[in-house]
């Protein structure tokens, strides 16, 4: 079966990669799995899946490496993370998303973290 990644960490981005990571799952008829790498701040990510009724796998390791690889895995088809910064920054995507998406062999897709009043969001077309 066919997995979108859903790349979770406490950041104010989470809520919305895991709702982005849904819509693709929907309109590619995949499943969606939650990672997260473990810092000692779990507890989000968990809520977070437990909310939208995904499964939630805590990762150890080199951030990069243990995303890389989870990514690479056979059944993994595209991951969704979220970015650090914010349009327009020197750097808007934020250091680890920029390592993914220079090494990563899938499609990513980077969400920006989102402003506080920002409802659910529907993905009605994917172009890769």
Same mark, same amino acid.
């Given at each position: 079966?066919?997995?979108?990644?859903?790349?979770?960490?406490?950041?104010?981005?989470?809520?919305?990669?895991?709702?982005?990571?849904? =819509?693709? +799952?929907?309109?590619?008829?995949?499943?969606?799995?939650?990672?997260?790498?473990?810092? !000692?701040?779990?507890?989000?990510? #968990?809520?977070?899946?437990? #909310?939208? =009724?995904?499964?939630?796998?805590?990762?150890? =390791?080199?951030?990069?490496?243990?995303?890389? #690889?989870?990514?690479?895995?056979?059944?993994?088809?595209?991951?969704?993370? !979220?970015?650090? !910064? $914010?349009?327009? =920054?020197?750097?808007?995507?934020?250091?680890?998303?920029?390592?993914?998406?220079?090494?990563?062999?899938?499609? $990513?897709?980077?969400?920006?973290?989102?402003?506080?009043?920002? +409802?659910? #969001?529907?993905?009605?077309?994917?172009?890769?």
């Amino acid at each position: 079966m066919a997995t979108i990644l859903a790349v979770l960490d406490a950041g104010p981005a989470a809520r919305a990669v895991l709702e982005v990571a849904c =819509g693709v +799952g929907e309109l590619m008829a995949a499943d969606v799995e939650a990672v997260h790498v473990h810092d !000692g701040t779990a507890e989000t990510p #968990r809520r977070l899946a437990e #909310r939208a =009724g995904v499964p939630l796998r805590v990762l150890d =390791g080199a951030v990069e490496d243990v995303l890389l #690889r989870a990514i690479g895995e056979p059944d993994v088809v595209a991951a969704v993370l !979220g970015a650090r !910064g $914010l349009p327009g =920054g020197r750097l808007p995507v934020g250091r680890t998303a920029l390592a993914l998406l220079l090494r990563a062999g899938k499609p $990513l897709v980077v969400v920006p973290p989102e402003p506080r009043d920002a +409802g659910p #969001r529907h993905l009605e077309r994917l172009l890769v």
